[in-house]
């Protein structure tokens, strides 16, 4: 295989992701119609696909479209609905939509929720492949939706973001003669370690030259399916050497109920693990990474943010819920744990809705 991802440039804004609503007399009875459309043209569609001629790219554009805008209204109404009214519609949605999202391969898993929380390891490879699957046509209909919002964009993203990360750790121990070491928390498949000894290959080094480039990598989770599925595949690409393996509940070590630490580390990071924990838990853990780093090593945390536009797609359609936070809840957390809020430093993926907070250990 070769290196083929490019390291996209971190946004340190937001873009604008939300344009303005116009105003509608009773929004809510318009978008349950608009979902009583949708459901019924989707089962029509699905009929057409098991004829001969199947259904025409011009029928398929227009259900998207249709799609796109339905919860974008969703999105844009819910401040002005209330929780009742959203309650309301995400059960409107769950019974219509429900056959073609189980039929779905992402919101079959995110539905079902097989390792008992939506996105495990397996649900983000799929979002890395970006392929639409599902058991029909309209089951493919909807992972491909959930494939091109902006949420699933992040998660493709923020991959290079952190590759971007973990070379410049490596590149700063490098500089004082030493291996860096790095902690990914709630590593799943750990693809971006996999890009970053894809991309050392692809400057020409292989076996222990390589090795000695690569950081050595401490993957934490709870999921020993991940952690497998990670030394399989570093087994037969030749990096099993750079990668320690941690089965720990990060909750229950950030509590103090384990003995897991960690210790020196230049790097500890994770993306899509904290938007599951509690602020108090948030900041247990906080507390517990700062005692796993070296003296002016960093902690990278991503987060989704809180004007997610695909807030309520995941919520409703996939029933994947995240706690989604903005800087102001960060720096609130922060100042709660040892790293204090002075110096925070946030960033965001190209899509604006993976949040990053960067934070070093004073020296
Ligand atoms: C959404 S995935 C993110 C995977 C990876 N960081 C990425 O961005 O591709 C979350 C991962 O965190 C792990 N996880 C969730 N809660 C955890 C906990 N309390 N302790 C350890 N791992 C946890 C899951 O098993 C899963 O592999």
Redesign the pocket.
Known sequence: MTACIAVAAPLTTRPNLVAVAEPVVDRAETIRADIEALARDLAGAERRARTPAGVPAAVEDELARRFRLLFREIEEASADLGDAAIAGLSELLGERFYPWVAASGLGERALHKP?G?A???Q??RMV?ADVPLGSCWAGRFIDARVLESPAAWA?KN??AL?VAEIEAAAAAAAEEGRQARIT?????????LFDVWQRIAADGLRGAEALARMPICTL????FG?LDHVCKRAAAEGCAAALRPLP??????ALGRSDVALADQDLIY????I???KDNLLVRLLDWIHAGLRPGGRVVL?NFHTDNPSRRMMETVLEWELIHRDEEDMRRIFARSRFGCEGLHFFFDPSGVNLFVEATRRV
Do not use: Q
């Open positions: 390792a929380y996105g495990d390891y649900t983000i890395y998660v923020r991959r952190l990914s928390l709630g590593s799943g498949p750990a693809e971006e934490a989770d709870m999921d991940a720990a509940n990060l909750a229950r070590a994770s993306a899509g693990l938007d599951y924990f991503g």
